[in-house]
């Protein structure tokens, strides 16, 4: 069973900078996927960015410029930088990852994330 931790929610200020972190219990490298979803009030949960198989990356519209997803697979950690936050970025954001072969799809528990004023 894999675990998924997030950590680094928090509340910040328009224009601000915040850092999520996933602990994953396996490997951040050998997936079908991994990375980071979120849910707005409201709104169905989209992807925010995402690594696939093959280290191919891709970010929502949205945040494109904005965010940055990397890995370190000493740490078993995939991170999402967030760089001039929005009030509109306000969400509960998760972690995602589709194992490579089995195809198991894991998520995390979820860390929330306010911009506000």
């Known amino acids: 069973q894999v675990q998924l931790v997030e950590s680094g929610g928090g509340l910040v200020q328009p224009g601000g900078t915040l850092r999520l972190s996933c602990a994953a219990s396996?490997?951040?490298?050998?997936?079908?996927?991994i990375g980071w979803y979120r849910q707005a009030p409201g709104k169905q949960r989209e992807s925010v960015a995402v690594i696939t198989s093959g280290g191919n990356i891709n970010y929502d519209d949205s945040v494109k410029g904005r965010f940055t997803i990397f890995r370190d697979n000493t740490k078993k950690t995939v991170y999402l930088e967030m760089n001039s936050l929005k009030p509109e970025d306000t969400a509960v954001y998760y972690c995602?990852?589709?194992?490579?072969?089995?195809?198991?799809?894991?998520w995390g528990q979820g860390t929330q994330v306010t911009v506000s004023s």
């Open positions: 995602r990852m589709v194992q490579l072969g089995s195809g198991r799809d894991y």
């Open positions: 396996v490997s951040v490298f050998s997936i079908d996927l």
